[in-house]
């Protein structure tokens, strides 16, 4: 009997219409990993056409694993539908002519090697620009397009630590952590189609293409905006404490007599409805705790004043009296837990989707448009899946010269 998997439980969604908000954008997708196939994806799923073109071997994440799902990277399969997939050896040259066509043909370019590398292999803005001046050109690498870390290999490990991220991220006696999924991979990859459709507005009145230049760590350290202008405005420098340290006084996760849960204290007003409903609104009468600055010097009481109390009861009663006094709260969910959630699941955040021999999993793109959530146009693609269509019904090519570029190894 087969095993039962928890994509089984997921809601079949089959390719089809999706949004198309882009229709009539073409996106050239020449990267591999997260950060270059994630961009691509999200201008896919707003409904661009994106012809993703592998060099021999295909993307580097197509061997990630295990896990795999029917011989298919599931890391892979996360950021890369969408996509018709062109195996292509632009290093020869008559893979070099069809790659200049490409990209004659394209609105957005994507690339995700350094510049020295993109400037050999012909794929960086100079070349790409003298084929099709209102290219939109993204770049993403570690350290941006040019500078004294140009050249240097990154990846989203190396992102996080240079970024600050990883120094107040774990326990205050503990080693520094990275975050727990590849943040500056999905952060980059999100700047770089938001930097695309910017680029894009402004073509459609001045005719004008554009160079998008993203680096990992830029965007990494922009998400750490608010931990990085406190520093810069007073000095203190921020530390590990296992998220148990915020702006606001109580703003962490608390143990109850089971499982744990998170609290965030916010304002007074949240403050004094959470006193209500641990029976003692004395507390919020006390002097010492009127303002949110004056619990913060007072916050090791606090702490442990809240979780001795919560530890008597189990979380879903605590959870439900917060729900009801509009306390910001809620669990701390494995995984597991997270793919089961009733809301995500009608929020069409998961679901399966017909691809090869059977389904595939895929988190949506989590953006609802006129009430509804996006469906994909097209599963993650095998290698060089598309190559037939891309080369004959968008370069016209017939099906003799198909097959003496497939006889040459070009694709």
């Keep these: 009997m087969k095993h039962k998997l928890p994509l089984d ?6 390719s089809g219409r999706g949004f198309k908000l882009l229709a009539g954008v073409r996106v050239l997708d020449l990267t591999s990993s997260v950060a270059g196939p994630y961009a691509a994806m999200l201008l896919g799923d707003m409904g661009a056409e994106v012809i993703k073109v592998e060099r021999p071997g295909g993307d580097d994440a197509r061997a990630w694993g295990p896990p795999f799902l029917g011989g298919e990277s599931l890391w ?3 950021v890369n539908r969408n996509k018709q997939s062109l195996c292509l050896d632009y290093a020869k040259p008559g893979g070099r002519a069809i790659l200049e066509e490409l990209v004659r043909a394209a609105d957005v370019l994507i690339t995700n090697v350094p510049a020295r590398v993109a400037a050999k292999l012909g794929i960086d803005y100079r070349a790409t620009r003298a084929l099709n001046p209102r290219i939109v050109h993204a770049s993403i690498t570690g350290f941006g397009a040019d500078g004294a870390r140009a050249d240097m290999p990154c990846y989203d490990l190396i992102a996080e630590g240079y970024s600050g991220v990883m120094d107040i991220t774990g326990e205050a006696d503990g080693e520094p952590q990275k975050v727990g999924a590849p943040a500056a991979d999905m952060l980059a990859g999100q700047d770089a189609a938001f930097g695309a459709l910017a680029a894009l507005f402004r073509r459609q009145t001045t005719g004008q293409g554009a160079f998008i230049d993203i680096a990992l760590v830029d965007s990494m350290v922009r998400f750490l905006a608010c931990r990085v202008t406190p520093y810069m405005g007073s000095g203190e420098v921020p530390r590990r404490t296992g998220a148990k340290d ?5 703003y962490q996760a608390f143990e109850t007599a089971d499982e744990p849960i998170t609290l965030g204290l916010g304002n007074d007003a949240i403050w004094a409805r959470f006193w209500d409903v641990l029976g003692n609104p004395s507390m919020v009468d006390d002097p010492r705790y009127a303002t949110n600055a004056l619990r913060r010097e007072q916050r090791t009481a606090i702490v442990a004043r809240i979780q ?18 509009r306390v910001p709260s809620g669990p701390v969910n494995r ?3 997270v793919v089961a959630d009733p809301e995500l699941l009608r929020r069409g955040v998961f679901y399966r989707t017909p691809a090869g021999a059977g389904d595939v999993p895929q988190v949506g793109a989590a953006i609802r448009i006129d009430g509804a959530a996006g469906k994909p146009h097209l599963p993650p693609p095998a290698l060089g899946e598309h190559s037939d269509r891309v080369l004959r019904d968008l370069l016209g090519r017939s099906s003799s010269e198909i097959a003496a570029l497939r006889a040459q190894a070009i694709i």
């Design 76 to 78: 892979f399969l996360s």
């Design 308 to 325: 001795a109390t919560l530890r008597t009861k189990p979380r879903a009663h605590w959870l439900a009296e917060f729900a009801s006094a």
């Design 335 to 337: 995984i597991d837990e």
């Design 246 to 250: 915020s702006v606001i006084a109580i």
């Design 9 to 14: 439980a997921l809601p079949l969604v089959p």
